[in-house]
């Protein structure tokens, strides 16, 4: 059985040595195949180097500039409608194995109610029909709408999927999209203790950490939650399984990553009186509780004079921090150092905004590349659609202008005026890009994976 490392409680500064003694041993070839989960690649987000490493190891050939890859799917593209043109399936989430398939879903309507979904693709971009019912597994898990937010592989290469289902859901695959019956004879629960999952940590024991929405009468935190490979909460985490962080009465959640110290950052927004809704993140160990060594007492929180969100996050090396979303309805990008300070050799004083094309921008996903340039993914308003967005920094925070249009990418895909909604990213060893998400009419939903080069 292959034995996969998303590196849940592993120092990454150990692994890295390894890696590099073992680039010097081995110098024609040094990429390391995804640890499998939504990290750099999505995540997710999402973006978590201890469950994905690629991104930060991923060699990019001189020649990437942006451009649509045309040996990938059709043209470049392949789009997924599994519940026929009068129903919606939405891609929140893309991941890469370590053979180099392929990994998105979300959402999918069965007719009677949507479920959580997983679709599969070859490395080439086209549907795995060997996975799951013809290269799509799903599960309906309260008989209501239930929607999948986020997944992730775990040591063996099975696979959890977490979103809201009347609660907190989860759900568990194996490798080739077969339900695994591991909590009390199901496949799947729904917890009520949060009103729905945004990311999921395997552990290695079997036990595993959801970072969910909190609700305490008409308050909402940020929640970390610990569970044993049953199901059951693990009560030796935080207080009574679970950890919270409360920066106001409305605090959103939209992604988290794990960290190199085993601990959590969770990141969202928060409501901050006439500022309205300012950035937060929150820093937790890995006991579930919060981190004071971040930002003083683990929360931090940036006002930039307008709406600001994050929807994104990427721990470095070191212990610093990348953070995007959209201030102003600008797409937004921060770096921390490791203590929660914002890093003033970054940008404007530690962050940057990028305003598209005058409209509506924000940034989904991060990932990095081995030399440390920073490409956000995300959406943009151009000539009134909703398009999806490919930007590339440089370290310091200045664009990249060697990449697509002076640094940034749009692309209205398929053509015909869709609107688009980016899920996940993942960046491959060759420096290709892939992105997956859901375009959308006034009529109809469906899925798209496109690659670029």
């Avoid at 599969?120 to 597994?137: C, H």
């Avoid at 909590?183 to 203790?193: A, E, K, R």
Wanted: charged share 15%.
């Amino acid at each position: 059985m292959a034995l996969y490392f998303p590196l849940c409680g592993f120092s990454m500064r150990r692994f890295l040595l390894f890696l590099v003694c073992f680039c010097l041993l081995h110098l024609s070839s040094c990429y390391l195949h995804p640890a499998l989960g939504q990290g750099p690649w999505k995540d997710d987000d999402s973006n978590d180097p201890l469950n994905n490493l690629l991104g930060v190891l991923a060699l990019i050939p001189p020649s990437a500039r942006g451009t649509l890859d045309l040996t990938f799917g059709s043209g470049g593209y392949i789009s997924l409608d599994p519940s026929g043109a009068s129903r919606d399936d939405f891609c929140d989430y893309l991941l890469q194995s370590g053979d180099g398939s392929f990994l998105t879903g979300g959402t999918y309507d069965s007719g009677s109610s949507p479920d959580f979904t997983l679709f599969r693709l070859t490395p080439t971009g086209t549907l795995d029909t060997s996975f799951g019912n013809s290269g799509l597994a799903s599960v309906d898990l309260s008989g209501g709408p239930d929607l999948g937010l986020s997944a992730s592989f775990d040591f063996f290469g099975n696979i959890y999927m977490v979103g809201e289902a009347g609660g907190l859901g989860v759900a568990y695959f194996d490798a080739n999209g077969n339900p695994i019956y591991s909590f009390s004879g199901n496949s799947y629960f729904v917890d009520s203790i949060g009103e729905g999952g945004v990311r999921i940590f395997p552990n290695i024991d079997g036990s595993f950490v959801v970072a969910a929405t909190q609700m305490i009468v008409e308050s909402t935190d940020f929640m970390v939650v610990r569970y044993l490979s049953d199901g059951s909460l693990d009560t030796s985490f935080g207080s009574g399984g679970t950890g919270a962080a409360d920066f106001s009465s409305e605090d959103y959640l939209n992604t988290a990553v794990r960290r190199d110290s085993g601990g959590y950052l969770l990141a969202g927004s928060t409501y901050a009186g006439p500022s309205g809704y300012i950035v937060a993140i929150a820093a937790f160990d890995s006991s579930g509780n919060l981190d004071a060594s971040f930002s003083g007492d683990g929360l931090f929180t940036l006002d930039l004079g307008m709406d600001d969100n994050i929807y994104a996050l990427y721990p470095l090396f070191g212990g610093g921090l990348l953070a995007a979303g959209y201030s102003d309805d600008d797409i937004l990008l921060i770096r921390l150092n490791a203590d929660g300070s914002l890093d003033s050799s970054f940008g404007n004083g530690g962050y940057v905004t990028i305003d598209i094309a005058g409209d509506i921008d924000d940034a989904q996903t991060i990932v990095v590349q081995w030399d440390g340039r920073i490409i956000l993914g995300g959406d943009a308003m151009v000539s009134g659609i909703q398009q999806f967005v490919l930007v590339r920094f440089n370290t310091d925070g200045s664009l990249d202008t060697s990449f697509g249009s002076n640094g940034i990418v749009t692309a209205d895909l398929p053509a015909g005026g869709f609107d688009f909604q980016l899920g996940g990213l993942v960046l491959q060893p060759d420096g290709k890009v892939v992105l997956s998400g859901t375009y959308s009419d006034s009529s109809n939903a469906d899925c798209l994976v496109a690659r670029y080069e």
